[in-house]
C-alpha cells in the first residue's frame, strides 16, 4: 500500500509539471466612435442625374493642360445648332429660331456662377467647331462669338454631340472625375442622314455623370435627345420658354450624398 501512494504521488507531480498555464483573460478593446462623414463632392462611380451609377469616369489619362485649379468646378459646354432649318420661326413666335435661341444664350451665361466654366460649340456652314473652350472670366468672349452666329447648311447632330462629350472628357480628365458636367444642347433636332445622335447620346448616359439638357424647337417625344427620365429636355415655343429653360439647367445639378460616393 505504501509504494502505491508513492507512486500515485508521483504520477500526480508529473501530470501538474506538463500542465500548460491557465491563458490570461482577453484585455479589453478600447472602441473609438466613428469619425462622421463630411459632405464629399461628385466624382467618377457616383450616381448622375438619373440616379444610375456610372463607371469610373473619365477613363484615367494624361490630359493637357494638367490638372485643374479648380477640381469642383461646375462645367456647362453649350452646343448650339446654327443649320438652315434654325433660320424658320415655326416653335420660336415671331423671331426665328437662331435668333431667339442667342438672345437667350445671352441672358443664360450671365446667370451662371461666376467659378463656372463654360464653353461654346456651334455647327454651321462651316463644320462643327468649337468657338470657345470651357473656362472661366470667359463671359464676354462667348456673347462676342454668339453675336456672330449665322445659321445655314447642315445638322450634324451626331458629329457635334460626340466632340461636345471629347471636351467634358477632358476637362474631366484635369478636375480628376470631380465637379459637376452639363451638356447643353440648343435645337431643332432636325439631324442629317447618318447623323442620328441615338448611339453617341445613350453612350453618354450609360457612361457617365454628364446630365444631357436639350432645348428643343418642337422636338418629338421619340427624338434621343427628350427621354424621359434620363435626359432633361425644355421645350422652347418662343424667346420666354427659351429663356426659362436654360434657367432650369442651373436647377438640374445632379445631387450627391457622401454614402453614394465610392473612391
Not at 500500500?1 to 483573460?25: K, T, Y
Not at 456610372?54 to 468646378?73: C, I, S, Y
Not at 477632358?170 to 465637379?179: E, V, W
Not at 447620346?201 to 418642337?218: M, R
Request: net charge neutral; aromatic share 6%.
Amino acid at each position: 500500500m505504501r509504494i502505491i501512494s508513492i507512486a500515485g504521488a508521483a504520477l500526480l507531480v508529473a501530470a501538474c509539471q506538463e500542465a500548460p498555464p491557465p491563458a490570461p483573460p482577453p484585455k479589453a478593446v478600447a472602441k473609438t466612435a466613428p469619425v462622421p462623414a463630411s459632405p464629399v463632392p461628385a466624382k467618377a462611380g457616383s450616381p448622375g442625374a438619373s440616379g444610375r451609377m456610372t463607371p469610373g469616369w473619365p477613363p484615367a489619362k494624361e490630359e493637357a493642360g494638367g490638372v485643374a485649379a479648380n477640381l469642383f468646378a461646375k462645367n456647362y459646354y453649350v452646343v448650339l445648332d446654327a443649320s438652315g432649318s434654325m433660320n424658320e420661326k415655326g416653335c420660336s413666335g415671331d423671331q426665328s429660331k437662331i435668333a431667339a435661341a442667342k438672345e437667350a444664350l445671352n441672358a443664360f451665361v450671365d446667370t451662371l456662377p461666376p467659378d463656372a466654366n463654360v464653353g461654346l460649340q456651334v455647327f454651321d456652314g462651316r463644320g462643327i467647331n468649337e468657338w470657345l473652350a470651357l473656362g472661366v472670366n470667359n463671359r464676354p468672349e462667348f456673347k462676342r462669338q454668339l453675336a456672330t452666329v449665322k445659321a445655314n447648311a447642315s445638322t450634324p447632330l451626331k458629329g457635334a454631340i460626340t466632340g461636345a462629350y471629347a471636351k467634358l472628357l477632358g476637362q474631366g480628365a484635369r478636375q480628376l472625375g470631380y465637379g459637376e458636367y452639363h451638356l447643353v444642347i440648343v435645337t431643332d433636332g432636325h439631324a442629317d442622314q447618318g447623323q442620328d445622335p441615338t448611339g453617341i447620346v445613350n453612350k453618354i448616359l450609360n457612361e457617365s455623370p454628364v446630365v444631357v439638357q436639350t432645348i428643343g424647337f418642337c422636338i418629338g417625344e421619340k427624338h434621343s435627345l427628350n427621354q424621359a427620365g434620363r435626359t432633361i429636355y425644355r421645350a422652347a415655343d418662343n424667346v420666354a420658354d427659351l429663356r426659362q429653360g436654360l434657367a432650369d439647367v442651373l436647377a438640374e445639378a445632379p445631387q450627391f450624398t457622401v454614402t453614394e460616393f465610392k473612391k
